[in-house]
């Protein structure tokens, strides 16, 4: 069965880095685009983009270009999901979520809490 | 402020039916598929709809997807009180800011 398993939470300091990620199974893990998620506390859901997993190219919403940075191990099923110099607004849960071929997304991980607080 | 607009609650008794709207504009709903998604509190969002109105498996026949135009409905019947939710409509958009979209979530009151 497909499965995505992120990382636990995490606690940084503002202008910290953090790395989230995400491990795939169930699957061949090149066959589906996989995409990142934000949601705030008591929020939406925001798209941060995607990251094509046969190339590795990444491709970035506004407003998350700069300090947010999409990679991938294929060796690993593994997509990875880092944000640098954070601030108290990027606290949120971030969730990997595949990209099914009807372009919805059909399997999500069970997201990752990042908290930025002094 | 989200590209999709969706009220931010609803709600209805114990068996009853209830529909959660979603409008955007030519650029998303009206030339792409709508997906659905439900999130449970405290849990990661779940695929419920996709392409306009087809249901994974394992989804029961209780939720249905529609699309006329530039907006979309989500309809469920028989309500029952695990359906207590948020429920997020999401496309694509093919505009300047091309991409990923989502409603901004609607909170399921099942009274």
């Known amino acids: 069965q497909v499965q995505l398993v992120q990382s636990g939470s995490e606690l940084k300091k503002p202008g910290a880095s953090v790395k989230v990620s995400c491990k795939a199974s169930g699957y061949t893990f090149t066959s589906y685009a996989m995409n990142w998620v934000r949601q705030a506390p008591g929020q939406g859901l925001e798209w941060m983009g995607w990251?094509?997993?046969?190339?590795?190219?990444?491709t970035y919403a506004q407003g998350f270009t700069g300090r947010f940075v999409f990679s991938l191990d294929t060796s690993v099923s593994t997509a990875y999901l880092q944000i640098s110099s954070l601030k108290a607004e990027d606290t949120a849960v971030y969730y990997c979520?595949?990209?099914?071929?009807?372009?919805?997304?059909?399997?999500w991980g069970q997201g990752t809490l990042v908290t930025v607080s002094s | 402020q989200s590209v999709l607009t969706q009220p931010p609650s609803v709600s209805a008794a114990p068996g009853q039916k209830v529909t959660i709207s979603c409008s955007g504009s030519?650029?998303?709903?009206?030339?792409?598929?709508v997906s659905w998604y439900q999130q449970l509190p405290g849990t990661a969002p779940k695929l419920l709809i996709y392409e306009n109105n087809k249901r994974p498996s394992g989804i029961p026949d209780r939720f249905s997807g529609s699309k006329s135009g530039t907006s979309a409905t989500l309809g469920i019947t028989g309500l029952q009180t695990g359906d207590e939710a948020d429920y997020y409509c999401g496309t694509w958009d093919s505009s300047l800011s091309a991409g990923g979209v989502f409603g901004g979530g609607t909170k399921l009151t099942v009274l």
């Open positions: 979520a595949r990209e099914s071929d009807s372009a919805s997304f059909d399997y």
């Open positions: 990251i094509n997993t046969n190339t590795g190219n990444p």
């Open positions: 030519s650029s998303n709903i009206g030339n792409n598929y």
